[in-house]
């Protein structure tokens, strides 16, 4: 079920997955009036979450929140000033500006009847039943340059894993690479990426991790490579599935990149699909019309749907959509086409570069589906 609601100068884009003890919910909330300080738009952003909170979805916390800034340098201190006060969830702050005009747009992923911690590795537990989920949001260092942060992110990550008693092998499902200038820094993060899944058994013979990698920036200008990741702990291996839609896609490491199209992961009352960043491509590993972003919209749709059906899913099961565009100037176009097709769902259409220059649109996704197996559920 999805459901928009209108408050104070913020649209409130919710979906609803109310099956089994967990109730899962994504939100997205975005401000309508772009004349207003960056500081009034914070805090009807944080009035209007808290609203949703207590009437829409009452019992439900948030487990992982992105906020998308359209000048991190300027307004990460300001947000943080609210967020200190209540660190309840894994947080990822990126400088990916809203393109509807405004500052400030929100993303937030909330369940019912979970326990929710910091640990002492820096990651968050959202605790159900038999599974730990494990949130690391807007890890980041000061190396020299994108392949040695990169590669720091991943080996500290590997270790707080293991203080968990994970590996990234079989317990990380998803990740998020945001590149400052991706142009330039993205073959770093890539070469980074690839040596040390080779040191943790991820290869093409194994399996990779669903991922994106896009543009975007931290308030500090010399991160070049922030990172956010999901694993989950007491996960067993045949829950676990990839995606390939190889009648439209190419297996990444083809053309040397290391992450999976999609994952799924089964359990007893539903199923979790997760869309990697997903552009216009072919199974050729060739870009889809170049230079024409209604095309290349169309044939992401396509990839994304392909995917999704391998899963056993339909757009009906997608649950929140995170739409990266290159050029400003395409977003009036691609906002019509996903009001159109797409007039209830959460997204946030955000002014991100995608890997390749000839890219000019990326969407990933989640789904969930409700299902009954002989696995423990959620």
């Not at 969930?368 to 423990?376: G, I, M, R």
Request: charged share 20%; net charge negative.
């Amino acid at each position: 079920m999805n459901k928009t609601i209108q408050l104070d100068n913020v649209t409130a884009r919710i979906s609803c997955f109310e099956a089994g003890e967990v109730n899962e919910y994504h939100v997205m909330l975005s401000i309508q009036n772009p004349l207003l300080t960056y500081q009034e738009q914070v805090e009807q952003l944080l009035t209007a979450f808290t609203q949703v909170r207590n009437e829409q979805l009452i019992g439900a916390r948030p487990v992982f929140k992105r906020y998308f800034l359209s000048d991190a340098s300027n307004q990460t201190d300001l947000l943080m000033n609210y967020e200190l006060e209540s660190p309840d969830c894994a947080l990822s702050i990126i400088q990916q500006a809203p393109l509807n005009g405004t500052k400030i747009a929100l993303w937030a992923y909330m369940m019912t009847h979970v326990e929710t911690k910091a640990l002492a590795s820096g990651l968050y537990e959202t605790r159900h039943g038999e599974f730990r989920h494990l949130w690391l949001g807007s890890a980041c260092n000061h190396a020299k340059d994108s392949e040695r942060q990169t590669r720091i992110l991943l080996n500290d990550y590997v270790m707080q894993l293991m203080n968990e008693g994970c590996s990234l092998a079989d317990n990380c499902i998803r990740t998020w690479f945001f590149v400052n200038d991706v142009d330039l820094n993205y073959h770093g993060v890539v070469k980074a990426r690839n040596e040390v899944f080779i040191t943790q058994n991820l290869t093409d013979k194994t399996h990779f991790i669903a991922s994106t990698g896009i543009g975007g920036r931290q308030a500090d200008a010399h991160v070049l490579s922030q990172m956010d990741t999901y694993a989950i702990d007491g996960i067993r291996k045949d829950q676990i599935h990839y995606l390939y839609a190889a009648s439209h896609l190419n297996r990444t490491s083809d053309y040397g990149v290391s992450f999976e199209r999609g994952t799924y992961i089964d359990y007893g009352d539903r199923r979790h699909v997760f869309i990697s960043g997903t552009a216009s491509i072919n199974n050729k590993g060739e870009i889809m019309h170049p230079g024409d972003v209604v095309a290349q919209c169309h044939r992401m749709w396509e990839n994304v749907e392909t995917l999704l059906a391998e899963a056993e899913c339909t757009y009906d099961d997608v649950m929140q959509m995170i739409v990266y565009l290159r050029d400003p100037s395409d977003y009036e176009t691609v906002r019509r086409m996903y009001e159109q097709r797409f007039p209830e769902k959460p997204y946030v259409i955000v002014n991100a570069k995608v890997c390749r220059p000839g890219w000019l649109i990326e969407q990933e996704v989640m789904a969930v589906k409700a299902q009954q197996t002989d696995f423990p559920s959620f």
